[in-house]
DNA sequence: ATTACTAGTAGACGAGTAA
DNA sequence: TTTACTCGTCTACTAGTAA
């Protein structure tokens, strides 16, 4: 993605076209990027092309918007900010113990992945996850966490079954060390699977729906 | 400043240059911003024209470093993008208020909800409810918010009669902490109850019909 | 290996203008 | 007023190469 394209969709949502449509006339957002009228204009036109807005052409005035893949794009250079700028070497997630509804669980205590977890991570995994509700206001540092390496758990098939690649981060509960893991490919994830080498409910004396901060490395 | 000073900028800041001097070579620049050795030997060359950079040029290998005009100048486009993805964490919902026929407050006040939105809230409402209809092209936007997580209120029975699961979105009324409450299992609604440690009507002088907006934080 | 000059070129931009 | 075409200019880039 070139440069100029994501300057553009930053004054772009700077003018609030992130979640709504909004009037701008090509000299307008000329006059943001700091250039004509015609550049704007075809910059525009670049930006529908990539799929990064949509436009709805009025007779007046047209009306543009950001699309979900526009949104991404910016999201991107957003993190490489706030790792810049926010991240030490680790991030802190808060959120709430969850029942796992047997579906991560059923998935993490395959062998394809218990296999390369322990060597991986150096631990045999408890069999078994702590299911983890991410607050909505941390969701976000997910992204930040899965725009760095990770350790990369290779998918596999099994019995007819796949199942997809998955990153494991360490991490620290309570100074206990484990891991989250979460799908390589998937875009919002609001719930995390926690592996550890203990039972970790029982260990830590957790309950359903008791708070917890999970202490992510980079 | 011109994006591509700024690209470059964040680049060398991701490859460590904020506080301290790092090694690259024109080339393992080059690499990183997709240009040719030559284009970042000269974008080298321009940033420190601009003061946005030191440099050690050594035998080897030149060494690098941002001034604090660079790191101002990176701080400047890093708060675009806070005020861009900060802000945005809210949907407002337009309505009016009608008169609860009592129902949904005898509801909200039943004591089972009232322990936990204290708890849960850091608040204890006041007992009673504002009843708001939310327009009707605005019906929609309450699905976005009952697709995050907001807080979850558990449901009880008590004397016979059972109480079921509802969601509790932190919101703003005229800058008045307060919540919103909608069932955790039911499709549509288009009214909303709004729980608030003071009693909404009298201290903003609301009128039955009064349109209002209702900031939802997500 | 490096950094950085010169030269040639692709393409980004704005002026003029049509619709 | 709008949006967006063509076209000429200029500049930002890369290749070649020197130090």
Redesign the pocket.
Known sequence: M?E?YTFAMRKIALLGGLDDYIA?????L?DAL????????????ELLELGLITRD?GA???RIKMTAAGVDELKKEYNEYRRIFELTDHITLHGSIKDGMGEGQYYIDQEGYRTQFEQKLGFKPYPGTLNISVDKEDVGKLDVIKSTAGIYINGFTCGGRSFGDVIAYKSKIKNMDCAIVVPARSHYVDIIEVICQYHLRRTLSLNTDDRLDVKVSL
């Open positions: 070139d100029k701008v006339s090509s000299r307008e000329g700091e250039m004509s009228q015609q550049s704007a204009s075809k910059r525009i036109l052409l007046r005035k047209q």
